[in-house]
Nanobody
Framework: QVQLVESGGGLVQAGGSLRLSCAASERTFSRYAVGWFRQAPGKEREAVAAIPWIGSGTLSADSVKGRFTISRDNAKNTVYLQMNSLKPEDTAVYYC????????????????WGQGTQVTVSS
């Protein structure tokens, strides 16, 4: 397993932007596929986006396509989630997670999870 720390959450007005970061201490982090997930109060966890350990082929939920972009900088052991045109319904705790193997939107296949960062979008 790898330890993950999210940062970059906060309060933003609708239409604004935030960039979340997911940092890992492991040098082998570059070998992990990483996903971003979110959970709003009273709702089930939802997959947001995922990125493979190398190459293209990112995945994203329909609800965020065209607004959110996942990327990674393996030299910095960090994965980012750029969130633009935020909506109140994007309000949730956002988690990053890592797994070996292919990228997927199935949270059950991820073996390492961060503690989460709160994103609140006001209307």
């Amino acid at each position: 397993q790898v330890q993950l720390v999210e940062s970059g959450g906060g309060l933003v007005q609708a239409g604004g932007s935030l960039r979340l970061s997911c940092a890992a201490s492991e040098r082998t982090f570059s070998r992990y596929a990483v996903g971003w997930f979110r959970q709003a109060p009273g709702k089930e966890r939802e997959a947001v986006a995922a990125i493979p350990w190398i190459g293209s082929g990112t995945l994203s939920a329909d609800s965020v396509k065209g607004r959110f972009t996942i990327s990674r900088d393996n030299a910095k052991n960090t994965v980012y989630l750029q969130m633009n045109s935020l909506k109140p319904e994007d309000t949730a705790v956002y988690y990053c997670a890592a797994k070996l193997g292919i990228a997927t939107m199935d949270g059950h296949s991820f073996t390492s999870w961060g503690q989460g960062t709160q994103v609140t979008v006001s209307s």
